[in-house]
């Protein structure tokens, strides 16, 4: 089966709120991880990344925080807009290796 | 400065047939990888080069490969095409062959009928 995992398929929020997408991992030797929004009809796109030697990252609107405990990866997003309605992908990758393992996805529907 | 760049966007082809798809990386990298996405999942790995050879291979039948080019570009190939290779096909670009930082492109959609 797949290393990666979300636990919520569809998440809907309405415009203004703090969106939480989450992931569970399994394998506890992935060191890198990434999330990818991917609207209809495109291909992914790099959002955020972190690396397992920390536990919080931030960028625009988003932060990605990574529980190595409890294998948990989450993202963040503030003030949610019409246009972060997008599936969300987290993805894991492990060291020396340069594939990505990805996830099913969660679908973030956001109303205005 | 263009980002990763595949065609074709859109290809309907018939069971038994071969297709070729392309992929520009982003100026300066230098790995290429491949990945099915099919409707409704996350993309599964196929394949990644990086100066023309293969550094990583996915748990794909031989019907697939793929090639790079001294440029960079690359080309993903299949043959004897089934109904379930019908799916989305992208293409990622990274630096090197251990940076895992992945930049996708926009995907061929290809329908086998």
């Known amino acids: 089966g797949e290393s990666v995992g979300l636990h919520l398929p569809t998440l809907s929020v309405q415009e203004g709120d703090n969106s939480i997408i989450n992931c569970a991992y399994s394998n506890s030797a992935s060191d890198y991880f990434i999330w990818y929004k991917q609207e209809s009809g495109k291909g992914p796109q790099f959002i955020i990344d972190?690396?397992?030697?920390?536990d919080k990252r931030q960028g625009q609107r988003v932060t990605v925080l990574l529980n190595k405990t409890v294998k948990h990866l989450s993202l963040q997003i503030a003030a949610t807009q019409p246009g972060d309605s997008a599936v969300y992908f987290c993805?894991?990758?492990?060291?020396?290796?340069?594939?990505?393992?990805f996830g099913k996805g969660t679908m973030l529907l956001v109303s205005p | 400065d263009a980002g990763v760049t595949q065609s074709p966007t859109h290809l309907i082809k018939t069971r038994g047939q071969h297709v070729t798809l392309r992929c520009s990386p982003i100026s300066g990298h230098k790995s290429v990888s491949w990945y099915q996405q099919v409707l409704g999942q996350g993309p599964q790995f196929i394949f990644q080069y990086y100066e023309k050879e293969e550094r990583g291979r996915g748990n794909f039948p031989d019907r697939f490969s793929a090639r790079q080019f001294p440029n960079y570009s690359s080309e993903l190939n299949v043959n004897a095409l089934l109904l379930g290779d019908s799916a989305l096909y992208l293409c990622?670009?990274?630096?090197?062959?251990?940076?895992?930082?992945?930049?996708f492109g926009q995907g061929t959609r290809l329908t086998v009928v």
């Open positions: 990622a670009s990274s630096r090197g062959h251990l940076l895992p930082e992945a930049f």
């Open positions: 972190i690396r397992s030697n920390m």
């Open positions: 993805a894991e990758n492990l060291s020396g290796y340069s594939t990505l393992t």
